[in-house]
């Protein structure tokens, strides 16, 4: 019915860039805010940025600020992520993340689609 996939995960060195991708499909599809989680290997997944339907509000983990830069494309049904100056506490697996209403949340709980995430590996 509603299907998310991310790509554009890899391994790169600390300070490298890496664009993710994350492509909405389904014929009933809708979004408002739509959201970009991480989870590294013995911890739970955190937040990291979300965007509203219109693209012009943002909101990033703290951890990220200055670092990341998400952004949408309604005509495709596309969120993107783009990460530079990448660290390896960067590590971990990326899940895109889809709400019906566009309403600003943090909390993964309340997200209505997931993707099956994309692996992120930054180490020298």
């Known amino acids: 019915q509603v299907q998310l996939v991310e790509s554009g995960g890899g391994l790169v060195q600390p300070g490298d860039s890496l664009r993710l991708s994350c492509a909405a499909s389904?014929?009933?599809?809708?979004?408002?805010?739509m959201g970009w989680f991480r989870q590294a290997p013995g911890k739970e997944r955190e937040f990291v940025a979300a965007?509203?339907?219109?693209?012009?509000?943002?909101y990033y983990a703290d951890s990220v600020k200055g670092r990341f830069t998400i952004s949408r494309d309604n005509a495709e049904n596309t969120v993107y992520l783009q990460m530079n100056s990448l660290k390896p506490e960067d590590t971990a697996v990326y899940y895109c993340?889809?709400?019906?209403?566009?309403?600003?949340?943090?909390?993964?709980?309340?997200?209505?689609?997931w993707g099956q995430g994309t692996q992120v590996t930054v180490s020298s």
């Open positions: 389904g014929r009933t599809f809708s979004s408002g805010t």
């Open positions: 993340a889809a709400l019906r209403r566009d309403h600003y949340t943090t909390s993964a709980y309340e997200y209505d689609y």
């Open positions: 965007i509203r339907w219109s693209g012009r509000n943002t």
